[in-house]
């Protein structure tokens, strides 16, 4: 080792890393679902930051909590209306959608 030369553990380099992955790649969060009005129509949202694709981490996690809710119903979702919101990279992004539940076929 050279005189002045400061070192890195390895395990240190790789939480270092890790970190840094996870706050490019982001994550994405979503709220309940609730209801969108008296018809039956249903609304859940997500939000995701980290990149240009955020949008679409947003987008995934909505619809799989919708998903989610329709199946725990044994039905299946129609997607009705979906908004997005935010386009800058970098800045929260985030996919509004609206579903019913529907029977399966």
Known sequence: MIAGEATV????ALVSVGALCAMLVGC????????ADQHGTLMVSA????????WARA???ALAKANEHCESLGM???LAAEQMQGFQAF???A??????CQPKL
């Open 91 to 93: 800045e929260q992004q």
């Open 76 to 78: 299946q979702t129609s």
């Open 9 to 12: 553990s390895p395990l240190r």
């Open 28 to 35: 994405a969060s979503a709220t309940d679902v609730t209801k």
């Open 95 to 100: 996919s509004v959608i609206r579903f019913e």
């Open 47 to 54: 939000s995701a930051t980290g990149g240009r694709l955020a």
């Open 59 to 61: 987008r995934r996690t």
